[in-house]
């Protein structure tokens, strides 16, 4: 495992499952592991309870999910620029913050690449709103 570089995305997805898994009869949630590396590039991968790891394009979860994914059904599409993944991510979940009051106030959002992670938050005062007429 130390070999003096970073593990890649994929071997962490591994990592995270055994620990879900092992720890089954104690988590109630699945994972979301996510990151880049210069083998496969961007990579989101979702670790349910059940020992399995999926690779995916795109994925939300959560209690408000549900509100936010026929937004990401309707306009997400490969290769996007990033300008257009931030306005997307931040219309999805100010969809759902908007309908589910488990979903919070704000948005925070980190952006991986090959230069780093940049981390953000967008404050509630700044979320789009929708359907307040």
């Not at 939300?60 to 257009?84: Q, R, V, W």
């Not at 993944?85 to 704000?106: E, P, Q, T, Y």
Request: with cysteine; glycine share 10%; net charge positive.
């Amino acid at each position: 495992m130390e070999t003096g570089t970073s593990p890649l995305v994929n071997t962490a997805a591994h990592l995270a499952k055994s620990i879900i898994y092992n720890n089954k009869d104690r988590l109630l949630a699945s994972v979301m592991v996510a990151g880049w590396d210069s083998k496969k590039g961007g990579q989101v991968y979702v670790v349910p309870i059940s020992g399995m790891i999926v690779r995916k394009s795109i994925y939300i979860s959560g209690s408000g999910s549900i509100y936010a994914m026929g937004y990401l059904d309707a306009f997400y599409k490969p290769n996007m620029e990033k300008n257009e993944c931030l306005d997307l991510v931040k219309n999805a979940v100010a969809m759902a913050i908007a309908r589910d009051g488990s979903s919070g106030g704000c948005i925070r959002f980190a952006v991986v690449t090959d230069k780093g992670v940049e981390r953000n938050v967008i404050l509630n005062t700044e979320l789009p709103r929708f359907y307040e007429n």
